[in-house]
T-cell receptor, first 114, second 114 residues
Framework: DQQVKQNSPSLSVQEGRISILNCDYT??????FLWYKKYPAEGPTFLIS?????DKNEDGRFTVFLNKSAKHLSLHIVPSQPGDSAVYFC?????????????FGKGTLLTVNP | KAGVTQTPRYLIKTRGQQVTLSCSPI?????VSWYQQTPGQGLQFLFE???????NKGNFPGRFSGRQFSNSRSEMNVSTLELGDSALYLC?????????????FGPGTRLTVT
């Protein structure tokens, strides 16, 4: 039962354009969401997060949008740069309760072409 | 501040053997989580330790076990290795066990079972 889904295994965009990575979740108990970026041979690095009390969080070129009714979040990268080429993981956490853990999607490989 | 370190970085074992992986969290971080990353399944949560206690566990068989020491360093053990255990094993640390807003990942240990 995959509770966090990244339906696009890969995405290719031109340098300078917008990259949009999507993530869907099924568990309504999730109320904190994170994006991680992973380069080959390195561990994932935290990129940006959003709480369910917000619908948008922005950090420089990165913006995360949350649509709770649709159980959907997206990561926008504007403008995209070749150095952004990496695997992006969406993750979700239940903020309340005693049984927290991060649940990850399978990742989307972003390739930004010069 | 030094990041999360994992040893060894690469390991080759034979079916039926057992293996122990080590993780040293960022100084001051008391929560350590372990994940298995495979191409088909993405990042899957194994377990999380906080103050030497396992606080959370994923859906892995009992062959996977772990522990945390008083200095927050953690070890993960896999007994009776199977070919399907070949994966990248990632350790992540955070300041607090609950909720985790950001985890800092190590580079991982690449385990190959032959």
């Amino acid at each position: 039962d995959q509770q966090v889904k990244q339906n696009s295994p890969s995405l290719s965009v031109q340098e300078g354009r917008i990259s949009i990575l999507n993530c869907d979740y099924t568990n309504s108990m999730f109320d904190y969401f994170l994006w991680y970026k992973k380069y080959p041979a390195e561990g994932p690095t935290f990129l940006i997060s959003i709480s369910s009390i917000k619908d948008k969080n922005e950090d420089g070129r990165f913006t995360v949008f949350l649509n709770k009714s649709a159980k959907h979040l997206s990561l926008h990268i504007v403008p995209s740069q070749p150095g952004d080429s990496a695997v992006y993981f969406c993750a979700a956490s239940a903020y309340r309760g005693s049984n927290y853990k991060l649940t990850f999607g399978k990742g989307t490989l972003l390739t930004v072409n010069p | 501040k030094a990041g999360v370190t994992q040893t060894p970085r690469y390991l080759i074992k034979t079916r039926g053997q057992q293996v122990t992986l080590s993780c040293s969290p960022i100084s001051g971080h008391r929560s350590v989580s372990w994940y298995q990353q495979t191409p088909g399944q993405g990042l899957q949560f194994l377990f999380e330790y906080f103050s030497e206690t396992q606080r959370n566990k994923g859906n892995f068989p009992g062959r996977f076990s772990g522990r945390q020491f008083s200095n927050s360093r953690s070890e993960m053990n896999v007994s009776t290795l199977e070919l399907g255990d070949s994966a990248l094993y990632l350790c992540a640390s955070s300041l607090v066990a609950r909720p985790v807003h950001e985890q800092y990942f190590g580079p991982g240990t690449r385990l190959t079972v032959t």
